[in-house]
């Protein structure tokens, strides 16, 4: 079930007419309406999907409330290591076992040695990547004492299946999230209009923008051979554009939906194609991932490897983005793009500039020249590697970028754009524009209600225009 169908608008009616009227006034009652629609709409494809989920929410409830409980040291941390065990071990298996049997297989026929080793028909649980993080953060912040166990089932299951993020997030923490489970929670009107503005916005990001993309980026990816430099690089900056309309129209949904039910989710985005380098995009970019690998990868490493100075720093980074690009799939194609991203970092960290956050300045209509050309250079670099995020193999990359790179093909567009495309790509650039605007620090102006009306009406044409046909969001596969 997606966001963006008929289905989900049925579901979705009827689940908020039980929470808000049924349940009114009891949050037990709300929460096992959550749980029991979370369940509906994680197995509405298959029934079975629900079954791990189930499993892994049972193991580590009861996990959380043993750990605290334990007064013993060694005990304990091996309660925390059969729940280490269990997420990344049931995510490792369902999700890269292929994957290695393949990589393996592989590596021997290159030695001459083929291999007798099947792979597996496995069903593989969606949203497993992103519950899985909730669950291991969760154990990992009670072994620390940055929280309690939670000891109502109900709620921590509630958590885990949270209908809006589960399939591809933002990631919440169980420190920030549970604690809304467990009180009452009453309709507030305005929060439910940001919510239904979010969701209002974030519609449009994906069925308009990122969909109307997706037909121009297939194309040129599929045909990449045939094409020329100026084509492929118009290809690489396009599909960049769409998977920030497709993930951030997921994310704004996702929040919009859980606002309508009282609830205040991480962000996920903050204007990140305004970033002027790489640490300052990934400051901005899938921020509840980056947060999370930030807290328990990348800070255990440093202090790990804090001995070795920057150098420290230097590995601390790229293996946090290698497991960054593993988490992402099961394909060498994204351990690379991790890899590259890590190394992205170096300059930063070799100047000393790696933790220093960029600013907006305030009260400038414009950045400057120098803001501009920054922005313009960290765009180009996160494109370009987006490339091999839209390959299907190394090789199909590798392939990509060498016609990128075939400078003697540069002539205009060989690739036909048609005059509604064109119109279509231009409105899409200022719709973009007016939301990265509102990364600068300066105080929005006021608008007219009857150009605000007539913004909105616009903007709702387009969607009923763009609802045929109801394209997953890319985020679901991973």
């Not at 996990?63 to 304990?76: A, T, V």
């Not at 941390?77 to 994957?99: E, M």
């Not at 070795?308 to 720093?313: I, R, T």
Request: glycine fraction near 6%; charge should be positive; hydrophobic fraction near 50%.
């Amino acid at each position: 079930m997606i966001f963006n169908s008929i289905a989900f608008l049925v579901f979705f009616i009827i689940l908020f007419f039980l929470y808000w009227i049924v349940a009114k006034n009891n949050h037990k009652l709300q929460n096992f309406i959550l749980l029991f629609g979370g369940y509906i709409f994680y197995g509405w494809s298959d029934w079975r999907l629900s079954s791990y989920l189930i499993a892994a929410s049972a193991i580590n409830f009861f996990l959380g409330i043993y750990i605290e409980k334990s007064n013993n040291p060694k005990y304990k941390q091996w309660l925390l290591y059969v729940g280490l065990l269990q997420g990344i071990g049931g995510l490792s298996f369902f999700k890269y076992f292929n994957f290695f049997v393949i990589s393996f297989k592989d590596a021997f026929h290159e030695l001459g040695i083929e291999l007798n080793i099947s792979t597996l028909n496995l069903l593989v649980p969606i949203g497993i990547s992103f519950f899985t993080f909730k669950t291991i953060s969760y154990l990992l912040d009670i072994n620390k004492g940055k929280m309690t166990a939670c000891k109502d089932w109900v709620a921590f299951f509630t958590y885990v299946s949270f209908f809006p993020t589960i399939l591809s997030g933002p990631i919440d923490r169980a420190k920030n999230f549970i604690p809304q489970l467990e009180r009452e929670r009453t309709f507030e009107y305005e929060k439910a209009m940001i919510g239904v503005r979010q969701i209002f916005w974030g519609l449009f990001k994906k069925v308009v923008v990122a969909n109307t993309l997706s037909i121009v980026v297939s194309d040129i990816f599929t045909g990449y051979k045939e094409l020329n430099t100026i084509t492929l690089l118009f290809g690489a900056i396009v599909y960049s554009f769409q998977m920030y309309a497709d993930f951030c129209g997921y994310s704004d949904m996702a929040i919009g939906i859980a606002r309508l039910l009282g609830f205040d989710v991480t962000p996920n985005f903050n204007y990140p194609f305004m970033a002027e380098n790489i640490a300052d995009f990934w400051r901005r970019w899938h921020m509840s991932l980056t947060s999370w690998l930030t807290e328990y990868v990348f800070t255990p490493l440093s202090i790990a490897f804090r001995d070795y100075d920057k150098l420290g720093l230097i590995i601390s980074i790229i293996i946090n983005f290698v497991i960054c690009g593993i988490w992402h799939g099961a394909n060498w194609t994204f351990v690379l793009w991790g890899l590259l991203h890590g190394f992205y970092f170096i300059p930063l960290i070799l100047k000393g500039t790696f933790n220093k956050k960029k600013k907006a300045v305030k009260g400038k209509l414009f950045p400057s020249l120098k803001q501009v050309l920054n922005m313009i250079g960290t765009f180009m670099i996160v494109s370009l590697t987006l490339v091999l995020f839209r390959a299907n193999t190394i090789t199909e990359g590798i392939g990509y970028y060498k016609q990128l790179l075939h400078f003697s093909t540069i002539h205009p567009f060989s690739i036909e754009v048609s005059t509604n495309k064109k119109e279509t790509f231009i409105c899409i650039f200022m719709l973009l524009l007016i939301d990265f605007w509102f990364s600068r620090d300066i105080k929005p102006f006021k608008i007219p209600r009857p150009l605000r009306f007539t913004f909105y009406t616009i903007i709702s044409i387009l969607i009923l225009v763009s609802l045929g046909k109801e394209e997953s969001f890319i985020y679901f596969k991973f």
